[in-house]
């Protein structure tokens, strides 16, 4: 949040996110351990640390039986992708991801998939092509209606450094204010039949900075994205 005793611009808050695969196996006692790191931002210092919590699971039988029983992110079947309850810092947002086959039914434009944390909030779109579509020449198409799309709701957005690009990848930066505290970055890509756009918005902060370029690096470790680089300056 921005809080009214700090200074102009000046972002505080808490992220954390979860280390190695969540929830270990249990001990001979029931209990299951989760070792998070968090970070907090202060006005004038970030701290950083590690804590585990305990949990008793032993009435679920075993640690595969709990997961089971608390399905946790986004399944899209159709595009063979799913989406974890936390990407990097930041987490599932279900009250904004959107189906918009059965919201709107319009299935052409897929599904919109929210994640957000303090000062970052990102939309994973998910929607089908047809025919060749995925050649480098329809991805192009997709992206220059997806720039023109963001410049039009900011109008005065700046590019932040130029477009990367790479086989079946684009991502581009901007500033979006004119005080140079926001940005947005635009990516987007090709799989299973499906284009994948990431518009992903952040108040800039070298801390916040690395937990959005976190945010793209994770979405390649799911397979998701191809490798990015961080804006330049």
């Known amino acids: ?7 102009d611009n000046v972002l505080t808050g808490t ?3 979860t280390l ?3 929830l270990g196996p249990t001990d001979v006692e029931g209990l299951a351990k989760y070792v998070v790191e968090r970070k907090t931002l202060g006005v004038e210092k970030v701290a950083t640390q590690k804590a585990a919590y305990y949990f008793d699971i032993s009435s679920f039988g075993s640690r595969e039986t709990w997961f089971e029983s608390h399905p946790v992110g986004y399944n899209l079947a159709q595009a063979s992708l799913f989406f974890p309850r936390e990407i990097g810092w930041l987490k599932y947002d279900p009250n904004h991801t959107v189906d918009y086959s059965t919201k709107y039914d319009r299935p052409d434009l897929g599904v919109g998939i929210a994640y957000s944390a303090t000062g970052v909030e990102a939309t994973i779109y998910v929607y089908p092509g047809s025919g060749n ?3 480098e020449e329809k991805l192009n198409r997709e992206w220059l209606k997806a720039v023109n799309d963001l410049t039009s709701q900011n109008p005065s957005a700046l590019k932040l450094g ?3 690009e790479k086989s079946n990848f684009l991502l581009q930066f901007w500033i ?3 005080t140079g505290w926001k940005a947005t970055s635009l990516a987007m890509s090709w799989k ?4 994948i756009k990431v518009r992903l918005t952040w108040h800039r902060d070298p801390t916040v900075d690395e937990i959005a370029m976190n945010f793209l690096s994770e979405l390649h470790e799911l397979d998701v994205l191809d490798p ?5 300056n």
Do not use: K, S
């Open 228 to 232: 990015i680089v961080r804006p330049r």
């Open 192 to 195: 299973n039949g499906h284009f």
């Open 162 to 164: 130029e477009r990367r």
């Open 20 to 22: 190695g695969d969540g």
């Open 1 to 7: 949040m921005l809080r009214a005793n700090a200074p």
């Open 15 to 17: 992220y954390w996110r």
């Open 133 to 135: 579509q995925g050649t």
């Open 176 to 178: 979006t204010d004119d």
